[in-house]
């Protein structure tokens, strides 16, 4: 079954401090990975997606197939970065299915 | 466009009500979905349709727990009868093809049943 880990509920930081945002998943396949953000009082949205190896808002995250990670990471945190996370699965070319998240991580990055 | 339109943005109701949620996804999106986030739980998948049809309900709950969606512009959620566990926010999202599309959430409905 396809599964989404985020072992961390709550991660703190301080502002310039690196972040990594942990995610591992379990699926047979090729998955499609997702990171989506919700700030205070805002619409949950999509962050970044594997495919497009994208840098958003300074967040990076690369696929590791043999860990079967998708860690979300950005080098210097900004207090603005203060949010939730969800990491999220999709198995493509898949009829029935959509996207599985997971738990999701409270980022808070204080001054 | 103003992206998903849910109501309402709050509900309180009381144990053994029957409640409904509604979501209007965006113009052209023929993908909808329902979610259901809590803090034991995170975001969990309860239904959602490809094209008006329900394509996976795996993830609602229980009998309680029933969809619809008539046309291509409206999704209700309805729990009846509701129960105090059920207390959490729902979430509707609308993408365009489903699969590997971006979601585009809704600014949710904060359910809390007494």
């Known amino acids: 079954a396809q599964r989404v880990t985020q072992p961390e509920k709550l991660l703190s930081v301080f502002k310039g401090a690196p972040v990594e945002l942990k995610c591992n998943y379990s699926?047979?396949?090729?998955?499609?990975l997702f990171w989506y953000v919700q700030y205070s009082r805002q619409r949950l949205q999509l962050l970044l997606r594997h495919i497009s190896r994208e840098s958003i808002k300074g967040f990076t995250a690369d696929l590791n197939k043999g860990e079967t990670s998708f860690h979300l990471k950005k080098p210097f945190a900004q207090e603005e970065d203060s949010a939730m996370y969800y990491c999220a699965l999709v198995a493509p070319g898949q009829a029935g299915t959509a996207l599985i998240f997971g738990k999701g991580t409270t980022l808070s990055v204080s001054s | 466009d103003a992206g998903v339109i849910q109501s309402p943005r709050h509900e309180v109701t009381e144990m053994g009500q029957e409640v409904t949620l509604r979501c209007k996804p965006i113009s052209g999106h023929n993908s909808l979905f329902w979610y259901r986030q809590t803090m034991m739980r995170g975001l969990e998948l309860l239904i959602y349709?490809?094209?008006?049809?329900?394509?996976?309900d795996s993830g609602m709950p229980e009998d309680r727990f029933s969809a619809k969606m008539p046309n291509a512009s409206f999704s209700t959620l309805k729990i009846q009868p509701s129960e105090p566990r059920d207390s959490a926010v729902y979430f509707c999202?609308?993408?365009?093809?489903?699969?590997?599309?971006?979601?585009?959430f809704g600014n949710g409905t904060r359910l809390t049943v007494t």
């Open positions: 699926y047979s396949g090729s998955p499609e």
């Open positions: 999202a609308s993408s365009f093809e489903g699969l590997t599309s971006t979601l585009h």
């Open positions: 349709f490809n094209n008006n049809v329900p394509i996976d």
